[in-house]
Every structure is written in C-alpha cells, then in structure tokens.
C-alpha cells in the first residue's frame, strides 16, 4: 500500500492528495495552499479547528464537513464555502467522494462525551479507503470497520494510546497504520515505537510525524 500521497502536518493535521485533495483538520499550516477540495473537521478542539489554517488551505469551490452541533464554528469560519455537517454512522458523497461519519468519542474520560456527536471520517479517494479517527478510543463501533489506511490517535491521556491504538489496528487489519496525535501537545515521541511494535506483521506501519 503507498502512502506516499499522505503528509501528517502536525497533531493530526492530515492531506491526503489524489484526484482530489484531501484535509482533516488543518492546523498550524505553514504557507497559504489554497489546494483544498474537502476540508474534514472532526471535532471543535482548537488542535483541530482552527479557523486560520482552514482558511490558508480553503479555495473558492473548496466543501467544508463538520459534525452536526459545529454550525455556528464553521459558518463563522468558512462563511464563502459550501459546508456539509454529519451525523456519526451518516454517509454521504462529497464532490465525488464516498464519505462516511465514523463515531469518535471517550469512553470515560469527560474529553470527548458520546453526547457532542464528534466524528472521524472514512473517505474514499481513487479506489483507497482512508479512516482518519480523529479524537476517540477504540470504541465499540470501531469494530467492524473497514478501510485500506488508517491514521489512528497513539498520545493517549485524551484518546487512546498506543497500544490500545494498535490493538484496534490488529483487529481492523488495515494494510497501512499511521500514528498521529503524539509527540506534541500530548504523547511522547517513542510512543510511535511502541505502536509500531505491537501492531501485527503484515500490517505496513509508517510513520509521518518525525522528532
């Protein structure tokens, strides 16, 4: 599997480029793009709306998705744009990609209750299913996912760490596992490692975020 189309900016601050050009919270953008022809939100967290950067990336015919209960962040911040908001479990297209609202939430912890609705996203990109994870535990529903890549939290303290993550990933089975979400404002650099290191042969780990 190549990923050599995906860059993990920082956090987890995704592109994915193909056919169409692909990010999932935008945050800390260096540079004004303007290359966007989705921009995912999958949660109001400043680490992953961040109303700069969407802007940096956003171009006149960029859709913007959120979930449902972001109206008033995302017009207050994409007012020119298209804006598309979801329910978890929702699918849809979007511009010509298969797109589907993946629950994402907290289990116990109180950072991202059940109750918001927050969400990550499976999007379908020339052939290749992408689950971005966004802010969550490996929660039930997780279960019987289905995606070629998955770019999964590994930081812990608010999500799942790492070898909760991995073990979600041995049971997904993806053919490619990226970590995000360590290194920075959470997590430790080596938590990659530990990830790489639990995580099932045959399951290609890359690594996209460097210390």
Known sequence: MNTENITVNTQSSIRIAGSKVLYFDPFRIEGEPHDADIIFITHAHYDHFDAESIRKVAKADTVIAAPV??????RAAA?????????????????????QAIPAYNKL????PRKNKWIGYVAMLDGVRYYVAGDTDAVKELAD????VALVPIGGTYTMNA?????????????????????DIV????????FEGLVDAGIKVERKLYF
């Open 163 to 183: 070898k909760e993550a991995a073990a979600l990933i041995n049971l997904i089975r993806p053919q490619a596992a990226i970590p995000t979400h360590y290194g």
């Open 145 to 148: 996912l289905y995606c070629d």
């Open 187 to 194: 997590g430790k650099p080596d938590d990659a490692g530990v």
């Open 69 to 74: 209960g972001m109206e008033k962040e995302i």
């Open 79 to 99: 007012e020119d744009l298209e804006r598309i908001f979801l329910s978890p479990g929702e699918s849809m297209e979007i511009s010509g990609v298969p797109v």
């Open 109 to 112: 912890k109180p950072f991202h």
